[in-house]
């Protein structure tokens, strides 16, 4: 049992005494100890300080001390302390956040920490950096587990003569899931996000009838959808309702999508006004823009915001403008693969040093019946609505939509700066395919050649998963596993059979298309964090033509523990790849 007392709550001008107290009970009741039936006793005792420097100015420090004694196991008594000291930038008292960072951080509480920081004398950015250390050398997790919950431990591992980035925040909203939370807990549970298109957006099938003239009976039924497709709040990014209502909503969910990225990763974004923060946006679909060509009225009352309203460049540009940020700002569409490329222009920028910082998206959303139509007659989609890569069922993809971001740094500059690194990048490659079998076929040769580009400076006996492209579909697949098998193949002809899986978030959530590479970015990042692979749904039986037996590749079929690999007694740091390939030729890994 845990008694809380709040002893006191220091605070200046944003926070009253009864908000501070209600926020502390509310952390306190997300604690979870374990071991509980041989505690005898403990108290707790939190402090909050909240230092503001000038009117509306950032919250510069979140301290949140808890002081455990007196523990009893068995016969024997150990004395512990236990300090999370969070650097919090935001502009007012969120007590959601104060509870999403005590979640992330929650895992410190599994096992005694023997001994803690006790001196603060340094300041705050010397005392995070003791703090990170005593966590290293004293939580107890067994190898594997204490790898994969403190990431920033695997640095240390990796080539201080490589231009590496590290990823330091990501939020998303995918169907079935408005947060990144919801978003791992139905991949862990093996949700299918699916729904109908009659049921989720009717207004698709109304706007058939306008386009086409006729009844929607030979359209596809599936489809995965976003809850808050139609949601904007104007009045907080200081745009009136009329050309609120003339943008893209891509537009509108990449200036929400960027604020919460923002904070997520420890800042407030007033203070990165004026920066050098690239914004690089993977986005393909104009299906608001069709919506609006067939309705005059609307075009006529709101001609004077139509063009940037409806502009693709927008979707970046406005983001930068309203943030004022100073880099890059690019618009980036490769259709399928047009989130991932974008990474990849931001990895370059950031090495380039054309910024400091970068915002990385991928934007999808549907309204428009004539995209589907055009899909479904070509024979692209699933006649059931799932996605059944690698399956000898498969049949083509299911179309989604999806809104997600990464926030990026120069791995140094995020070390320098206390940033939480949740993982690193290594490399990112992109090519084309050149000249195929026709306009949409993918190249053998070309998704070979990229990943050895990927991977020529690696071991790839160290990869441990592969984020498939893996659309399910009976040409697609076999071409995607062969290609990785010769790639592998050629730089370690010795690999072992069966040493890294292969799966792909489609099967969950569809193919989110231009959000599509994002999405398996930060399904790999939760994976590495969580220690646990996903399993792939919707397969039951190989398809017949993938040649799966030729390489190293297995397909996670069910939850895996995802352990660390040994060399010569040495934990390897979890590593995976991502794959996006456009149906145009742009391929991404």
């Not at 030979?218 to 050309?243: C, H, K, L, M």
């Not at 923060?277 to 104009?286: K, R, Y």
């Not at 995976?576 to 456009?582: I, K, R």
């Amino acid at each position: 049992q845990v008694q809380i007392a709040v002893e006191r709550a220091d605070y200046y001008e944003e926070a009253e005494d009864e908000e501070i107290e209600q926020a502390a009970e509310r952390i306190f009741d997300k604690i979870q100890i374990v071991n509980s039936e041989y505690m005898k006793w403990f108290e707790v005792l939190l402090s909050f300080v909240f230092a503001i420097i000038g009117y509306m100015a950032p919250i510069w420090m979140l301290m949140f001390q808890a002081k455990m004694r007196q523990i009893e196991m068995e016969d024997e008594v150990m004395q512990f302390q236990t300090i999370i000291l969070m650097l919090m930038r935001i502009e007012r008292v969120n007590v959601e956040m104060i509870l999403e960072w005590l979640e992330r951080y929650a895992n410190i509480f599994k096992e005694p920490i023997s001994r803690c920081v006790n001196n603060y004398e340094a300041g705050a950015w010397e005392a995070l950096e003791e703090m990170k250390e005593e966590i290293y050398n004293n939580v107890s997790y067994g190898d594997a587990e204490k790898e994969s919950c403190l990431v920033d431990k695997d640095i240390d591992e990796i080539s201080e003569a490589e231009d590496l980035v590290a990823i330091i925040g990501f939020e998303g909203c995918f169907p079935g899931a408005r947060e990144v939370e919801g978003f791992w807990d139905n991949l862990i549970n093996g949700k299918n996000t699916i729904g109908r298109i009659d049921q989720q957006r009717p207004e698709i099938l109304s706007e058939f009838k306008k386009v086409y003239g006729e009844e929607p009976d030979d359209f596809p039924q599936y489809a995965g959808f976003v809850d808050d497709y139609n949601t904007f709040d104007a009045a907080f990014f200081g745009i009136s309702p009329r050309e609120a209502e003339s943008m893209d909503p891509q537009q509108r969910k990449a200036l929400e999508l960027t604020w919460s990225l923002i904070e997520s990763s420890g800042y407030a974004p007033s203070s990165l006004r004026g920066k050098k923060c690239g914004v690089f946006v993977g986005a393909h679909s104009n299906d608001y823009s069709e919506l609006t060509y067939f309705n005059q009225n609307f075009l006529k009352e709101s001609s004077a915001y139509i063009d940037s309203g409806l502009h693709m460049s927008m979707i970046a540009n406005r983001v930068s403008r309203w943030f004022d940020f100073h880099g890059p700002s690019e618009t980036i569409n490769t259709a399928c693969s047009s989130s991932l490329v974008a990474l990849y222009h931001a990895v370059q920028a950031l090495q380039n040093e054309e910024c400091d910082m970068a915002v990385v998206e991928g934007i999808n959303m549907i309204f428009s019946p004539i995209p589907f139509y055009g899909t479904y007659k070509a024979g692209m989609l699933a006649s059931d609505g799932k996605c059944k890569t690698f399956d000898e069922n498969a049949d083509g993809y299911v179309r989604s939509e999806g809104y997600a971001g990464i926030f990026i740094k120069r791995l140094a500059d995020a070390q320098r700066d206390g940033d939480t690194i949740w993982a690193v990048i290594k490399r990112a490659v992109i090519n084309h395919d050149g000249s195929s079998s026709s306009l949409r076929a993918p190249n053998l040769n070309s998704q070979k050649n990229l990943i050895i580009d990927a991977y020529e400076r690696e071991n790839v006996s160290n990869v441990g998963y592969i984020e498939a492209h893996g659309t399910g579909t009976k040409l697609g697949d076999p071409i995607e596993i062969t290609a990785l098998n010769e790639a592998f193949l050629q730089l370690n002809p010795h690999i072992s059979k069966k040493s890294c899986g292969i799966g792909t978030v489609k099967s969950n959530i569809g193919h989110s298309e231009a959000c599509a590479g994002i999405a398996g970015v930060i399904k790999v990042i939760l994976a590495i964090n969580e220690h646990m692979l996903p399993g792939n749904l919707n397969y039951n039986r190989l398809n017949p033509y993938v040649p799966l037996d030729a390489g190293p590749f297995y397909i996670v079929d069910k939850n895996i523990k995802w352990n660390n690999k040994m060399d010569k007694e040495k934990l390897i740091p979890l590593m995976a790849g991502v794959s996006s390939f456009g149906f145009g030729g742009t391929n991404a890994h």
